[in-house]
């Protein structure tokens, strides 16, 4: 049902890093790269199980994100027909995205990680990354964040020049185009 891109993953994984909260006076680009080295030092904990591991990521993917704004986005013009279930969809969104990648992390560990460009515009920023795997194969992620009370707060994702929420919200067309709200929340649920 929800394909997942090239690249994707390997992306995801380390924006999905899971971090605490981290303290608003730091720059974007900060943000990213202590995340990316928070995940780094789970993967690579020897004193945790799998499981464990992938708890302590669940439990710290949600601060990193606004998911609010990402599934508005992911949505697009269905938001409005959510009227109400606003918390539901955010919540099995969320839900879907951290299990569906969490399990990937752990097969992440030695790559390198460039930071380009910081760019920002009124209050979003953009983090231009690029991915180095052991077999030198490149990978260019671009992190799309916005101030939220104070703190930066990922709201998209774009790897190779896809942008996570597009290709999501391509998806929930489709599915929303032949059936209901329900529908797409039970689909989500399934793949948790």
Excluded: C
């Excluded at 006076?25 to 943000?31: E, F, G, L, W």
């Excluded at 194969?137 to 998209?156: A, F, N």
């Amino acid at each position: 049902m929800l394909k997942t891109i090239k690249g994707l993953i390997a992306g995801l994984s380390l924006a999905l890093g899971f971090a605490p909260a981290l303290a608003a006076a730091k720059s974007p680009t900060d943000q990213i790269q202590e995340t990316i080295q928070q995940v780094r030092n789970l993967v690579a904990s020897p004193d945790r199980s799998d499981r464990a591991r992938k708890e302590m990521l669940k439990e710290t993917l949600r601060p990193q994100f606004d998911w609010l704004e990402m599934s508005k986005q992911a949505l697009g013009q269905h938001w409005k027909s959510a009227s109400g279930r606003e918390n539901d969809f955010v919540s099995a969104f969320a839900e879907f995205l951290g299990n569906a990648y969490i399990g990937q992390i752990s097969s992440y560990r030695n790559e390198k990680v460039i930071f380009g460009q910081e760019l920002f515009e009124n209050n979003q920023a953009q983090v231009k990354t690029k991915i180095l795997s052991n077999n030198g194969e490149r990978t260019y992620v671009d992190y799309q964040l916005h101030r939220i009370q104070g703190e930066w707060k990922i709201y998209d994702v774009v790897v190779e020049d896809v942008s996570l929420v597009v290709n999501y919200r391509s998806q929930f067309n489709r599915i929303l185009a032949k059936g209901s709200l329900d529908d797409l929340l039970k689909q989500l649920r399934e793949k948790e």
